[in-house]
């Protein structure tokens, strides 16, 4: 035990007016005494209860400080109003410092009884792993404990630890923060804990995996570039036992932009292009997801019954109608595909004048076909006509790696059709045990937009909904931000296990949410400096405040200068960009030759293939994609021959 | 039930009732009495006013005090005293009376406790009145007793008579503590000493040179005919000339008053406080004067901070007011 420790800064007092209760207790310190809100110490009872000395710890939640004046006006008095003839006074006043702490334990646990008078102590390394009941999982052979910070007083320097069994699962999970922009450092905050947890994940329990999305900016884009970080940061880094490196494995993945050609991220540029990935999607895993794209007035039930027909009996099956479309048969793959079988069934609706198909009324086909036909125009760049897909390795994700799909440009709808199609395909895998990983952790920033307490409901907001109460026991963790809790779906929030604040603005303070903070707490949120976190946590019984290292990442902006982003460029440098990392000798003379006599889709085609498959001949292979595709050479229509007229025009029987 | 509201002092007056109860049921406690007898027994000393010897020039006269307010004191003493009423044995009180004092140190603006304070309790009762047991009893009850059987030889006497009686003799010992710490302080220490009250009292504290008495009440003002009105017309920052305090029973010293706060529509006691300190060997009127006028800054110094809220501050001094509250926390 320190010096430190053993000294005395403090004593419980209690008056009958402010008495002491078993939660809350009052102590008095010296005018210099390194006790501030957030500061967590020891009281060293005098009796013996149950054949033990009392022991309670607490953390102070308010201060108070006063004179033994009754009025102000007496000390105006007193320096004959002229605040600088304080100084001249020959003796200062009696002033007290007055603290209110909350209990976070008490030794013996029962009975529990009001904290008694005693000696105040600043509690050590020993005494927060008790108070903050840490004890149980960082015992030898439990050791669950995953780093969030260092807890900082007077000569105290005690790193604190969450439960991995309890922000991750499967006892309580989910992990949200809170805090206004720039000043909150939550995507920072959100870096640092992965990097912690990839650390110290328990082995026993099994791999892990990130899946973030980037929602704006160059946030989460330079993932495995190296940052700045200070020998403050370092010191802190150590004492938590994390290695202050970017994340070794990061996977990155992007749509294009509408032209099928430029990734649409800020990652890319051509020196960070060896581990980005075109995010494409075709019809088929696009269908799945339409209620994301399509409002409430779009999909009536006739519209949700006519989009099922076609999932169910169209999409990826050998159609044929012989009493309207006779002679036609169709496998539709993409949404090329899906318009010509539309467009062909209206033609011939139309011809023989009926109002229905197969009882779809010719409305409701017709609609639907406008509002499928409209997903590829409005995601352009994500979802392609021609059925390609571009996914994340389901099936092979790897221990602590980083997934970060890039979805910061995309429009909001395909956003959401992003984030839904992802979460569930994780959430499919999990239940499945077949993703590659035992454990996922999804991080979502702008956790507002995506799941409001308010408005109507949408898809991904029920998505998130039950991500947040039942995906803990999948292993599909939810890691979320955003910068008014308040304006978060309760059930969401609710079922976080771990909750993190960092600078708060005072009108979101003021919410009804935060009213179980005291007013000194509730003013340090406000004022909080960067890298400072207030942590709630279901074995710690008050929140407690600590100080987390700058993630040893290049920040957003930093990597957006050093990396600037990729002009748009031709069709061919755009090949020789995307293809390169897979074979480093591909020049562009050679893309220009192989390329030049075919139409661009064709080539975006073979680029597509390419990219999906990996091979390892990538100039064999995409000559081979394009090279197998024939060119059409125009139909001239034969010329009509006049039948021989076989029998009598007004023969009955005739043809 | 009023025993969770009163101090820890209370309460052990309580605890000392039952006692008392236990070994003498017959005797009628006292357990309304909250009031401390300081506030119900007056003064009985009537005021007076005193010729003054006045030792700076021949006549009493007004003299501003020109220079630098100086903290130069290093401690100040001050005693309280608290007594009460535990019983009556057949209309005869039973006084408890507490008795502190302490000297209160200044270092770096802030005062701290020199050595151990004094804190005393004993009863005070006429024993002359009670019997043998009844006496034992007392003397049972394990505080020190105190027999203030006055020396009247009346078979019979008023109650409240004896209860002043006993009041008289909490006062003596208060005294008498406050006398003990500052002889301690002139034995050990030689920095000026801020004393609550006259030095006369004590023949080692009366001729220190380390020692400076502050009088804050005047029921015998030492001025009389124009002497007296020239000590009424002291102004702020101003002080009589310095006079000579003799009597019987006390060592001499030499004196003078000083005004602390301009009188203007107040009393003409308004911040009036009479300064007492050894007096000089041999009547010097050249040094006494210089010595009064720099001690008086050491004492205008301690004007500020105001004594507030205090109902006597405008004499009463900051260090002065910080004993009577330390004293008040640990009786």
Redesign the interface.
Known sequence: MTTAALTPLGRVVAT?RRPNTPHEFHFWTSLDSPVGVGTIVRVEGKYTINGQITRVYGVVVEGFSYS????PL??V???DGSPA?AS???????EIRLYTAAVLRQLPDEPLQPVPLGDVHLADDADIAVALRMDGYLADGARTGIPIGVYHAGGTDAPIYLDADFLIGPEAAHLNITGVSGLATKTSAIEWILASLFTHFPEQKGSIAAVCFNVKGPDLCFLDQPGEIDERDRALYEKCGVSPAPFGNVQYFAPYKSDGVSLNTLRSNEALLDNVTALTWGLREVLQYAEVLLNKDDVDAKADALIDFIRERIVDRDFHDELVLPGKRYRVRSFADLEQWFKDLLVALEHRGNESWRTHHIATIRKVRNRLSNISTRCAGLVTDDGNVGDLPFGSFQDRTVYVIDVASLEEDAQDLVFARVVTKLREHLEKRDLGVKHVVVFVDELNKYAPSDGQDTYVRKMLLDLAERGRYLGLVLFSAQQFRSQVHRRVVGNSGTALYGRMDADELATPGYSVLSPAVKTKLATLEKGQLMVRHPHFTQPIFVRFPRPAIMRGRDGAERYPQAQDVTLEAALLRSLRPLDPTLTLNWIQDVVVLHEEEDVIRARNATLRERPSDVRRFFKAQLASRVPTTPVTPRPMVTPIRSAPADDPYGP | MTV??RAATDQGLLALQRQLRALAPDIALVTNGDQALERVTPDARPPRLVGADVMEGSVMRARRVFGD?E?A?AAFLDGTQTSRVVAYVDGTPIVHGTVAAVVRM?RN???TTWHRPIVRRRLYACLRAFTPEQVRALHALGLEVVDTTPASQEPALHPFILRDEAVHRVQEDREEAERELAERWCHHEREPLFIDGGISGSDKVAVSACTVGVVKSHRTLYAEGDALQTIFGLRSGERSSVFRVTSPKRIPVASWYLRLRDPLGYDPMWGLVRVEIACPAHIDADSVGPTADRVSLWIL??A???A??DGRWDKMV??I??CE?FLHAVT
């Not at chain 1, 001249?88 to 009696?94: D, I, K, M, V």
């Open positions: 009958e033994d004046l009754q009025s007496h000390d008095l007193g320096h003839s001249l006074a020959s003796t200062e006043r009696a | 969770v509201l307010h903290a004191f200044r603006r802030r005062l110094a301690e500020t901070p105001l507030l809220p900051y260090g007011r910080d509250e």
